[in-house]
């Protein structure tokens, strides 16, 4: 296991992908970073390239729980696509719950000061529990989900997450049920977003923080 602060030898540089904040644009403009447009580059995955995966891991969840008992706790906002593809794709009784995490824009950079909203997740003690979650990057918001979820005793406790930046892991963090593994770039779509914007695009897209222009 990488020790935390030398995860797979990243060069840290590449943080500069990462926005620093996203502010929310005025209506008909686009997303920006300190004042720079961001551009929609390469498609990473289309939307049939994800519908197919979904349906691969799904399989596997379907395979792996068998017939007990299913908790899914849903990370908001990101994972809202995929846990409702993963629901039914699985095609089987599950019972629905929802996190919600701090997000960047409280925070420079991901910085392990995660914050969470329980309120939502529903009954976890003694249940077989799933989280799903669109991304991980750091590992610091998977990390306290896991501490604060372990509290409340579940039987059994697994991850699933549709993309994985495993280049920028800070913190060791092994994920159960992995969509994609992707480089360290900002990537939008799919549920996934900058500055509220691009949730909606059905395929997964790079952004690039030095864009001026729309690239839909
Ligand atoms: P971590 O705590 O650094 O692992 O951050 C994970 C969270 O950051 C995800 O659940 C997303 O909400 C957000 N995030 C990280 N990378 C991206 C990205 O490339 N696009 C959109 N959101 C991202
Ligand atoms: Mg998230």
Redesign the pocket.
Known sequence: MPAAGAPHGLNHAKRWM?PRFCRTPAAGNLPSVEGVSLKLEETLFTAEEIRRRVEELSDLIRADYGGRDLHLVA?MK??LFFAADIIRALGRRVTLGCLV?S??RERTV?EGN?ELLTQGMGEVKGRHVLVV??????????EKIREVLLAHEPATLKFAVF?D?VE?R?VAFDVDYVGYIIPP????GYG???AEQYRELGSIRVIDPAGDENGI
């Open positions: 990462i990370m990101g994972s995490a997000s960047y991901s995660v979650d669109d991304i991980v990057d750091t590992g610091y918001t998977l993309l930046k920028m800070k770039k900002w990537v939008v996934l977003d900058c």
